[in-house]
DNA sequence: TTGTAGGCGTTATCAC
DNA sequence: GTGATAACGCCTACAA
């Protein structure tokens, strides 16, 4: 069997700044503002300076840099489960984002697990300039760096959320527009702070009545899964002839349960989804669905945490607008037809 | 509008090594010795120095550690697409091992492009000390750091890679044992290592001709998307009874595009996908697939590289092997019913 | 425009 | 077992 070592240089080891400055006969000073402030320097020796950077493939040691600058130019990002593909959209949208400002980015995974998460922040903490925080079950507490929250507001953090209350009128809206008058609507945990907001707003809606007046069935809490819809198809459809999930994993599961028993989507029952997710054209039905925007909630956490890092101030709470995606899950409902 | 602002300490400067030393009445590098070599320290002394750490919250200064050490105890994973749930699923588990192995994960994701790839491998082996790569259609250079492939293998790193011969003969044992005699094979791109790895293995298996003799439609190269296997249905099912995926998104079109055409999965038309992602299970029926370890992929990249960076030897190509998990997309050809 | 010098916070090699 | 000291590689007033 073949093996392999680290590449360890044989005998060269990795040039720095001092040995870029002997190459090119300058001081060590001119070198680091040849890389830095290049404008503060005669152009002259810069082209010295960078044809010796070139020639001894000089790069900065980032960490003797970090710590004479005091900063790391890295932000992190902490999710519950990256597998789970609303948080991989928004954590690549994060990644996006740093790196137009030329920010790395750590990622931690937390398992939805709040002593993880707590482990996590702490550790990022130490490593990283700010943080991306989506942790739906719990305020992140991070120490000295700063945090921008996904999609839970709190006094301490600027945040960037999702406008729960418009989810819910969309998808009402909709199915109410198609001719629903009782509609399931699948809660999420209780411990998700979208999930308890998102719950004001159905209550909010019962109480301000628009016509034409829909009579709703909360249903669950229910868990934000695949597998969750499956288990909820049965109670949500008891009633109702449409059913709006709490997200996308969850309305597949649905959609997939009514196949299962022989009920056609949207023929005899609606579905409604709501994140916007890929997977949400990959049912069959597709899915329509209330879909957020998933790559702004993650644009604007960094914008909003690249501000406070620059000193600057951030705006507190920056709620974001759905939208519906109309696929082929809704429907009329049966009786009408 | 409230605004917030980074949480500057007012007058507390964060501690250093040297105000622990000076609350406890003892030497930084005591400090430093208590904290990273505890029993070389006398035990009276060693709770002296952590009771001062306690008090002052003291947090050692990463960017300083490293470059005293020399090195980051952090490693970089770069991905073409972290939606992906196929990457995702890598991800979660190198994030995990990392996390045991107390390295921090620097993640890069390249959007396919090899430009961005080779720029995301040149960063971040700045601030690692080793790369897992996972990078299907190129072969990365990171210059000074170890850097370990996942499907892929080359004769310059490490490298785990799923034996894409045993994936073909699970599905093709799996069809033809359930009657199918002639099967459309969907290729992955050209520019991926495992398409071409699996083509061979292909044709391989055409010139084995194990009994029962099986008749083989290559089809495509198709993307390995759900898109492409929505285009690719009516090619594959032109002549066969059967179409193997080249992965789980793609068969996941497929039994889409075959639900809108009418064409029953499993009775008409069988399909297996590929990797085992939890999106297998999502779909109606639910997908007959040939499970890569994923979760061992990303845990062995890491232990690979772990060993690199103790100065170990590590195993040149580790194979792993799938396994058939079996669903409802799969069943005997029409005509034998 | 360029050089000087001190410092960033920690580790490691010595003596004591 | 503990203290002193010299790196680690880069940045940045400040001086020239």
Redesign the pocket.
């Given at each position: 069997m073949r093996c392999y070592r680290a590449a360890v240089a044989p005998d060269r080891?990795?040039p720095?700044?001092?040995d870029v400055a002997r190459h090119a006969g300058?001081?060590?000073?001119?070198v680091?503002?040849t890389?830095?402030?290049p404008e503060?320097?005669?152009p002259?020796?810069?082209a010295a300076v960078l044809a010796a950077v070139e020639a001894l493939g000089?790069?900065?040691?980032l960490p003797?840099?970090q710590?004479?600058?005091?900063r790391t130019d890295a932000i992190g990002v902490v999710v519950p489960d990256i597998t789970n593909p609303y948080f991989a959209a928004i954590v690549r949208a994060v990644q996006r984002s740093a790196h137009d400002l030329d920010l790395a980015v750590l990622i931690a995974d937390t398992d939805g697990d709040p002593a993880a998460e707590a482990r996590a922040l702490a550790t990022l903490a130490r490593q990283v300039d700010g943080i991306v925080a989506v942790t739906p079950t719990s305020e992140p507490d991070a120490g000295r760096v700063p945090v921008v929250q996904v999609n839970r507001r709190s006094r301490r953090t600027p945040s960037v959320v999702v406008d729960q209350r418009a989810v819910v009128d969309l998808a009402l809206d909709h199915l109410a527009a198609l001719g629903h008058r009782r509609i399931a609507v699948v809660r999420g945990p209780g411990t998700y702070w979208s999930a308890a907001r998102r719950d004001r707003a159905v209550e909010q809606r019962a109480e301000r009545t628009p016509r034409p007046k829909l009579r709703l069935d909360p249903i669950g809490p229910v868990p934000p899964t695949f597998a969750g819809g499956v288990d909820a198809f049965a109670a949500a459809t008891q009633r109702s002839t449409a059913v709006v999930a709490f997200n996308d994993l969850q309305a597949a599961g649905l959609v997939v349960a009514a196949h299962r028993a022989g009920v056609a989507v949207p023929d005899a029952c609606s579905v409604i989804g709501s994140d916007g997710l890929d997977i949400a054209a990959m049912t069959a039905p597709g899915l329509t669905t209330v879909a957020a925007p998933l790559d702004a909630l993650g644009d604007i956490a960094v914008e909003q945490l690249g501000a406070l890092l620059r000193g600057e101030a951030a705006r507190g709470v920056v709620t974001l607008t759905p939208t519906l995606v109309e696929r082929h899950s809704t429907a009329a409902p049966p009786r009408t037809r």
């Open positions: 080891r990795v720095t700044l001092a300058v001081h060590p000073a001119t680091s503002r890389l830095s402030r503060l320097v005669a002259a020796t810069r000089f790069e900065p040691n003797a840099r710590l004479a600058r005091g």
